[in-house]
């Protein structure tokens, strides 16, 4: 009995021997049907293993043949093994198949891979919630729990349809499922406001892996909408202008910022604050007293922007012009009125004489008495 049982583990040791003395480089390997086999954990999975087929036959009494499995059931028959397991609930099961012959172990193991889809796939800020701001950079991180095995997994990030950036992979050929967490640096824009950062998972495992219509085992993640806050105004050059404008026009001070949140406005006038809050400041019919600094500062959570306006009020011309042309018309009437009238008299009742005129007011001039001598 004792005997036996010595010869039994004896035996057990020799074939573990064996097996972990392998040559897997040798000709007329044992063959798995099928050759590559993929199983999501917690699956049914079988193969049959065909030793020798052309070299080593005949199969003689000292020779062995068998397959190591950790799980499972094997069923031999003749050179053929066949392995069956009901559900994998191990991770680095790799079927070794073998035969030895006196001087000769020949080995091939089952390439196997167990997989699991990770648990949940989801994405945020790297130590920030809530909006980020224009110009500035933010780091997304994409959580990837618990997938198997993470060399065949694929993570790649998406603002609204558009990836961001190819697909990142990880270098660690661990088996059992982890979690890992997948960077990528963002600068926001305002064109973002509003559209969903998101990532997705993909657990690519070859042809032998689950296909269907849904393809790869793919996983995305949450949506994390942005929301960019920022505040500019459109002509970042100018925050002074200067408006020269004509009495009785309409003034219109133009203090439109874009901004999120929207930006609110205030007014300072040459003379005091104004009530005004609006973007746009609109007065109907300019006077002098208008002439002055506008003061209009645009402001949300982000700052303040200031814009300047210096109005310079000018007298309106076109009346004064209409004026001087209706003198000048009434003088060119009058000369007129007179030349002709002087011509008419002279060729009616003889040669009117300025000179005799002149002599006539002078001698009344000398004619008047003087009071005093
Ligand atoms: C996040 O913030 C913590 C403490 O505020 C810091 O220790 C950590 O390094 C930060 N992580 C990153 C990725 O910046
Ligand atoms: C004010 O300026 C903004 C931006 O330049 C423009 O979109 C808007 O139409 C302007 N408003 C008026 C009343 O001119």
């Known amino acids: 009995m004792f ?8 035996l057990t040791f020799l074939r573990i021997l064996h097996v972990s003395g392998c040559d897997f480089k040798c000709t007329d390997k044992p063959v798995f049907n099928p050759s590559r086999l993929v199983v999501r ?11 020798c087929e052309h070299a080593c036959k005949p199969i003689t009494h000292d020779s062995v043949i068998g397959l ?9 028959n003749g050179t053929k093994i066949s392995w069956k397991v009901d559900n994998i609930t191990e991770w680095k099961s790799a079927p070794k198949c073998y035969y030895s012959l006196t001087n000769d172990h020949c080995c091939s193991s089952l390439a196997l891979t167990i997989y699991q889809p990770p648990d949940s796939v989801s994405i945020s800020y790297v130590n920030h919630s809530g909006p980020v701001l224009e110009g500035h950079q933010y780091t997304l991180q994409c959580i990837v729990q618990d997938v198997a095995p993470v060399e065949s997994l694929a993570v790649t990030f998406y603002r609204g349809q558009a990836a961001l950036g190819p697909p990142q992979s990880k270098n660690n050929t661990e088996k059992t499922p982890v979690t890992e967490i997948f960077t990528l640096n963002i600068n926001p824009s305002r064109e973002h406001d509003g559209l969903q950062y998101w990532c997705e998972a993909k657990l690519d495992l070859g042809p032998e892996g689950p296909q269907g219509p849904e393809g790869p085992h793919v996983v995305k993640s949450n949506n994390l909408t942005a929301s960019v806050h920022y505040l500019a105004h459109e002509n970042q050059a100018a925050s002074l202008y200067l408006i020269s404008i004509t009495a009785g026009d309409t003034l219109q001070l133009n203090c439109s910022a874009m901004g999120n949140p929207s930006p609110s406005y205030s007014w300072t006038l040459p003379k005091a604050p104004s009530p005004s809050s609006a973007s746009v400041l609109t007065i109907d019919s300019v006077d002098f007293d208008h002439e002055g600094q506008y003061i209009c500062v645009a402001s949300n959570n982000l700052g303040n922007i200031t814009v300047m306006f210096n109005v310079d009020v ?3 011309l076109l009346p004064i012009i209409a004026g001087l042309a209706a003198a000048a018309v009434a003088v060119i009437m009058g000369i007129s009125c007179f030349v002709y009238t002087s011509h008419y008299r002279h060729t009616r009742t003889g040669h009117y004489r300025l000179k005799d005129v002149f002599r006539l007011r002078r001698s009344t001039h000398v004619a008047v008495p003087n009071g005093v001598d």
Not at 68 to 76: F, R
């Open 41 to 51: 954990h917690g699956d049914p999975a079988s193969a049959i293993c065909t030793v």
């Open 68 to 76: 190591e499995v950790s799980v499972g059931e094997t069923t031999t």
């Open 3 to 10: 005997f036996k049982l010595f010869v039994v583990s004896l």
């Open 314 to 316: 000018q007298v309106d």
